[in-house]
C-alpha cells in the first residue's frame, strides 16, 4: 500500500516587498535626475529602509546597517562612496548567505565592487542599482502571482 504525502509552502505576497520596491525606484530615478542631492535620496532611502525592515522584523543586522549607512552619509555626505559600497557589501552577503534573492545579492555585490573602482560615478551607480533592485523585486512579485 503506498502513500504519498504533499506539503505545498506558500509565502504571502508581503506589503514589504511592494513598499521596498516602489521606494527604490523612487530614489534611484531622483538619484539619476538630481545627482547633486544624492546625499539626501540616499540617506532617507537607508533610513526609510531601515525603518521598514524594522516594522517587518527583516534580519536585525541588516536593519540596523541600513539606518547607521543612512545617519552616516547624513552626517558625513562625502562619505557616501565608501558607506553606500559597504552597505551593499552586507546586503549581498545576507541575501547570499540566507539563500534569499540570489539575484540581488549578486548585484549588490557587483554593484559594490564598481562604487569602489569608480567612486566618481558615485550617483549614476547607485541610481542603477536602486533602479535594477526595484525592478528585480517586482519582476519576482509578479512570477510569484502567476505561479500561485
Known amino acids: ?35 547633486n542631492f544624492l546625499y539626501y535620496f540616499v540617506g532617507i532611502y537607508l533610513i526609510v529602509l531601515g525603518i521598514i525592515f524594522f516594522l517587518f522584523r527583516f534580519n536585525s543586522f541588516l536593519t540596523a546597517s541600513a539606518l547607521l549607512a543612512g545617519i552616516f552619509i547624513w552626517i558625513f555626505p ?20 540566507t539563500g534569499g534573492f540570489l539575484v540581488i545579492g549578486a548585484i549588490s555585490l557587483m554593484m559594490a565592487t564598481l562604487i569602489f573602482l569608480f567612486p566618481g560615478f558615485i ?18 512579485m509578479i512570477q510569484q502571482s502567476r505561479t500561485e
Open 1 to 35: 500500500m503506498a502513500t504519498s504525502i504533499r506539503i505545498y509552502l506558500s509565502e504571502k505576497k508581503k506589503p514589504r516587498s511592494v513598499i521596498n520596491a516602489v521606494l527604490a525606484i523612487l530614489t534611484g530615478l531622483g538619484a539619476l535626475i538630481y545627482p
Open 123 to 140: 550617483s549614476y551607480l547607485v541610481g542603477i542599482f536602486l533602479l535594477l533592485y526595484g525592478v528585480t523585486h517586482v519582476i519576482y
Open 78 to 97: 562625502e562619505s557616501i562612496p565608501i558607506t553606500f559600497a559597504l552597505f551593499l557589501i552586507i546586503l549581498g552577503l545576507i541575501t547570499l548567505l
